[in-house]
T-cell receptor, first 113, second 111 residues
Framework: DTEVTQTPKHLVMGMTNKKSLKCEQHMGHRAMYWYKQKAKKPPELMFVYSYEKLSINESVPSRFSPECPNSSLLNLHLHALQPEDSALYLC????????????FGEGSWLTVV | LAKTTQPISMDSYEGQEVNITCSHNNIATNDYITWYQQFPSQGPRFIIQGYKTKVTNEVASLFIPADRKSSTLSLPRVSLSDTAVYYCLVVAPTGGFKTIFGAGTRLFVKA
């Protein structure tokens, strides 16, 4: 089972709302990632967790707050977003971070109104 | 991480073989090359990975010359459903988790 599950698939939120994106994998992977993808652009790395610890933050604004409650779950908490944050948010995981194959979820489409 | 350069787009017809070449002039000795496929509104899907010479799996082949400064993804007998964006990535085996996507190649397969 090489599956990364993301919920919700679609989310519309206002600029004052607080919402969360969720990601789950049961492959025993210990590295988990958040990427952001705008239309017709490649995915851009946002955060990486390794063994439930934040390993990389690619200078992401604090209105995005990641959380890794356990090795199978990854959340992205959203607060006070801007319309330009509307994008496809991709979760991914890999066995470890050292060049192992990264498996992606189907993404969560976020629209900020 | 080595920067990758791919053609922005390619057209093909059903049943043809498609070769997409990626340049990675600054590839490090231990880096290897990975290709992903992405359909609209879906996450990228791993296709193939290699270090040198040739790698083949059930969906594609990857050719890497001796100098490793480029690689070619070969898709045999494409169909309409192979219309997608194909990303070439250079991945370091150690030193972190950064997987940086290049611009990708939009392949359009016509009937």
């Amino acid at each position: 089972d090489t599956e990364v599950t993301q919920t919700p698939k679609h989310l519309v939120m206002g600029m004052t709302n607080k919402k969360s994106l969720k990601c789950e994998q049961h492959m025993g992977h210990r590295a988990m990632y958040w990427y952001k993808q705008k239309a017709k652009k490649p995915p851009e790395l946002m955060f990486v967790y390794s063994y439930e610890k934040l390993s990389i933050n690619e200078s992401v604004p604090s209105r995005f707050s990641p959380e890794c409650p356990n090795s199978s779950l990854l959340n992205l908490h959203l607060h006070a977003l801007q319309p330009e944050d509307s994008a496809l948010y991709l979760c991914a995981s890999s066995l470890t971070g050292s060049g192992n194959t990264i498996y992606f979820g189907e993404g969560s489409w976020l629209t900020v109104v | 991480l080595a920067k990758t350069t791919q053609p922005i787009s390619m057209d093909s017809y059903e049943g043809q073989e498609v070769n997409i070449t990626c340049s990675h002039n600054n590839i490090a000795t231990n880096d290897y090359i990975t290709w992903y496929q992405q359909f609209p509104s879906q996450g990228p899907r791993f296709i193939i990975q290699g270090y040198k010479t040739k790698v083949t799996n059930e969906v594609a082949s990857l050719f890497i010359p001796a100098d490793r400064k480029s690689s070619t993804l070969s898709l045999p007998r494409v169909s309409l459903s192979d219309t997608a964006v194909y990303y070439c990535l250079v991945v370091a085996p150690t030193g972190g988790f950064k997987t940086i996507f290049g611009a990708g190649t939009r392949l359009f397969v016509k009937a």
